[in-house]
């Protein structure tokens, strides 16, 4: 039986993303001010910290002003100022202007940043403030109180296991984190959120999450490119490559040096199974207004995640017995300003604040940290979910009743004609796949162009290392519902909606079907669709050894 050496603290945050960071500072900083001496530990599963963070992404300042009001001062990552907002749709072959930009994505004046990079320069703050930091850990497993309800802290990962789980000579045993708080900013689809909600009735009378998935990239451009002068540095689109009731968009940034980031998201409720999420951006990345922006240019980093957009009503509960949960992990994105980080933040400095409350009273049950729900009903953040409440169940209608809610949340603040609108589990909305599953037509990439990579160069691009012989992080349940329910009806969708080509079809040697599904998990990017998108919950996600995965560096 493995032993594990316990270490406590008053407070644990599990997840170094701008939630968490932004948390453990501000609890720091409040502390300090009132003379309260705190043990506070953040993990992370990246092997530093930043390198597992990947956004857009422009940036809503008013969390990070909060935070440090000199935060320009201090030296701020950023990489452009928005000048101009450009908000097109596109047609096969053309793209038109739109008449007018919502005033929730009126982003003038907005920084552009880099996620990986503002998350290093948080983590550089915290440590400055006495805060222990562990990247290279993951969060394994949640530890309850007899009780059954009463978290007390998270199991790190083993490290120095065979492909079989049995320990090699340099086996390091996990490590038990205990806290009279812990705090869950784990981003969307969190393993030990998903864990935690099977266990304690976290999403009772809850909408079911929705989930969209992005794919990024950062590509160099030639000097003095066209772009670096547009009036319109901060670019998003919709229609092509999509249809209309299947929502997702585009989105171009003006970054510092002559790049630009680029990126693709589409929503998970999407129908086709034959949709193929890389050949989607691919095929966005082809239009003529896009190809005219990107010509001459190199990629030099893509990535991919999937962001929780359902919003205030898909979040969990805030808050149970010793635990509290931050950012995307709890479903906090404003959908219509296509952002999330400053909500992430703002969340994290709220729970901060009533984790100090509760520990001066020396509580930490779930009734002295509930109060963190009611700060952000009654916040800036508060209001601004709000106003998104319904926007993603709207765009997950079809045909023009999508476009009358839409309109209708727009002039009542996100009221719309049905307050609560109802949603549908993402992985339940597969239409069957018509046609031969082996003939999902592909987009053709040009020979030789830097500026458009294939799936396994993208995952080269993004740094993912993982040591192969190790346990798969991915576990498929049953390749019997594979070759038997999911390939007949769908065509094994996981080979197309995984952008990272960790799934493979081994097929019969007649080549009339397949015998299972091949996991390539040393190609994953983390961004956990597949736990999201199976249609037959047979796939689970789990973190890998720790420090292992994407190396992002200017994502």
Excluded at 96 to 104: A, E, H, I, L, S
Excluded at 197 to 220: D, N, Y
Aim: net charge negative; proline share 6%; charged share 20%.
């Amino acid at each position: 039986m493995t032993t594990h050496e316990s270490i406590e603290f008053d407070v644990l945050f599990v997840g170094a993303g701008p939630a968490n960071l932004a948390g453990a500072i501000r609890l720091m900083q409040l502390a300090e001010e009132k003379g309260q001496e705190l043990e506070v530990a953040i993990i992370d599963k990246g092997a530093q910290i930043g390198s597992h963070a990947i956004s857009g992404a422009v940036m809503n300042p008013v969390a990070i002003a909060e935070l440090f009001p000199d935060y320009l001062q201090q030296g701020f990552p950023v990489e452009q100022t928005v000048r101009g907002d450009g908000f097109f749709f596109l047609t096969g072959n053309r793209h038109f202007k739109m008449p007018f930009v919502p005033r929730q994505m009126h982003n003038t004046g907005f920084p552009i940043v880099s996620l990986s990079q503002v998350c290093r320069w948080l983590g550089e703050k915290a440590e400055a403030l006495g805060i222990n930091i562990f990247p290279g850990f993951d969060g394994k497993e949640i530890l309850l109180a007899d009780d059954g309800r009463t978290v007390t802290g998270v199991r790190t990962g083993d490290k120095g296991l065979d492909k079989a789980g049995k320990p090699k000579p340099n086996f390091e045993p996990g490590i038990d984190l205990l806290a009279k708080v812990t705090v869950l900013g784990e981003g969307a689809r969190g393993s030990l959120m998903k864990s935690l909600a099977q266990r304690l009735p976290i999403r009772s009378g809850r909408l079911p999450e929705l989930f969209e998935t992005g794919i990024k990239e950062v590509i160099q451009l030639p000097e003095d490119h066209f772009f670096t002068h547009s009036p319109f540095n901060d670019i998003h689109t919709l229609g092509f490559p999509l249809d209309l009731n299947t929502p997702g968009g585009g989105f171009i940034y003006e970054m510092a040096e002559n790049r630009i980031t680029l990126g693709f998201l589409v929503a998970l409720g999407y129908e086709n199974p034959a949709l193929d999420l890389y050949d989607t951006f691919m095929r966005f990345k082809g239009h003529p207004l896009v190809q005219s922006i990107i010509q001459g240019g190199k990629v030099v980093e893509q990535g991919a995640r999937a962001v929780s957009t359902g919003g205030w009503y898909s979040m969990p509960r805030l808050a149970v017995d010793g635990a509290l949960f931050t950012g995307n992990a709890a479903a906090m994105h404003s959908t219509p300003a296509i952002k999330g980080i400053h909500l992430a933040m703002k969340s994290g400095m709220l729970a901060a604040e009533t984790i100090l409350d509760a520990l001066a009273a020396g509580q930490s049950d779930r009734q002295a940290l509930d109060r963190y729900s009611q700060r952000l009903a009654d916040s800036w953040a508060g209001e601004e979910l709000g106003e998104g409440r319904n926007f993603a169940q709207a765009l997950a209608k079809r045909g023009p009743i999508k476009w009358i809610h839409l309109a209708a949340q727009y002039v009542t603040q996100g009221k719309g004609l049905i307050d609560r609108l109802s949603a549908v589990d993402d992985a339940t909305t597969l239409k069957r796949l018509a046609g031969n599953p082996m003939a999902v037509e592909k987009t053709e990439l040009p020979k030789d162009d830097p500026a458009m990579v294939d799936k396994l160069t993208g995952v080269y691009l993004s740094g993912t290392l993982h040591r192969e012989d190790q346990p798969s992080h991915i576990q498929i349940h049953d390749q019997r519902v594979c070759v038997e329910k999911c390939y007949p009806v769908y065509g094994c969708p996981c080979t197309r909606f995984c952008p990272g080509d960790v799934y493979e079809m081994e097929t019969n040697k007649d080549g009339s079907g397949i015998t299972g599904i091949k996991l390539n998990f040393t190609n994953c990017l983390h961004c956990k669709t597949c736990d999201i998108k199976d249609p037959f919950h047979n796939v689970t996600w789990t973190c890998p050894e720790g420090g292992e995965g994407p190396n992002y560096k200017r994502a």
